[in-house]
């Protein structure tokens, strides 16, 4: 693990596998998490989960709600609530920028994973527009599709 911060490689630690099924990705960015130290050792466990949470702007700041980040058992006496709302850290122009464009689009802050980066734990936000139940069908037969294609072209053995 010392080795992983020190090269600056990025290690996926939650996951939200549902957001690129569910939205279409406009755009991503990066965020900084505020966390306590039970937090950040539940992360490292990878005690984490991003189904249902999204981000919001309020009051010049930027907050993850719904996320779900599971107790840390040796720091019982000293834990943390699993569902509270996190602060996101953003510059103030990209928070202001993200704040019009979610009041004036109709777009979303959806998280995307939450990985760590040179040992400090960071948000990946992507600017989401929902997709509509024919889209996700669209996409599930292009899929097949493309899986058909890749069986075809595939060599046989024997």
């Known amino acids: 693990m010392a080795g992983n911060a020190e090269t600056g490689q990025k290690k996926d630690v939650v996951v939200n596998r549902r957001a690129r099924h569910d939205y279409h990705i406009e755009e991503t960015l990066e965020a ?38 599971s107790e840390y058992a040796p720091a019982a006496r000293f834990g943390h609530d699993p569902m509270r709302p996190r ?19 109709g777009l979303t802050l959806i998280p995307l994973r939450i990985y760590f980066k040179n040992g400090r734990a960071k948000v990946e936000l992507g600017l989401a527009r929902g997709k509509k139940l024919y889209d996700k069908r669209a996409a599930m037969r292009e899929r097949d599709a493309q899986r058909e294609i890749e069986r075809a072209l595939r060599p046989r053995k024997g």
């Open 32 to 69: 900084g998490l505020v966390l306590t130290g039970s937090e950040v050792k539940s992360l490292r466990a990878g005690k984490g989960q991003l189904k249902d949470s999204y981000a919001r702007v309020k009051d010049g700041e930027v907050w993850l709600l719904q996320s779900h980040i």
């Open 87 to 105: 602060k996101l850290l953003l510059h103030k122009r990209e928070i202001a920028r993200l704040a019009g464009k979610v009041r004036e689009k």
